[in-house]
């Protein structure tokens, strides 16, 4: 089992910047591709960034690329979303995933653990 709590959300203003934490535990979250996702209310959740164990390999959606960046610390056991340029149609809870059987796993949705979410609202 994976624990995962993300950290971070808030309001900010429309061009604004945020980053999200994701903080980990129970397995070694080294061996675990991750990722960030978000949903408003009566949308499916949207596949954000994924991140590959080593940090070597990322992918991003194209709403986010050039605006988001995601990186992990596994000394710390944590995966983060760096947010610039922030919107107001990227209010939404914002969630992080982590799964060991790799990156399309992960873009997909189907990740094995996932945090509770924290809730991010850009106002305009």
């Known amino acids: 089992q994976v624990q995962l709590v993300e950290s971070g959300g808030g309001l900010v203003k429309a061009g604004g910047s945020l980053r999200l934490s994701c903080a980990a535990s129970?397995?070694?979250?080294?061996?675990?591709?991750a990722g960030w996702f978000r949903q408003t209310t009566g949308k499916e959740r949207e596949f954000l960034a994924a991140i590959d164990w080593s940090g070597r390999d990322t992918e991003y959606a194209d709403s986010v690329k050039g605006r988001f960046t995601i990186f992990r610390d596994n000394a710390k056991d944590t995966v983060s979303l760096q947010m610039i340029s922030l919107k107001p149609e990227d209010t939404a809870v914002y969630y992080c995933?982590?799964?060991?059987?790799?990156?399309?796993?992960?873009?997909?949705?189907?990740?094995?653990?996932w945090g509770q979410g924290t809730q991010v609202t850009v106002s305009s």
């Open positions: 995933a982590a799964d060991i059987n790799g990156m399309t796993r992960l873009q997909g949705g189907a990740a094995a653990y």
């Open positions: 129970g397995r070694t979250f080294g061996l675990y591709f």
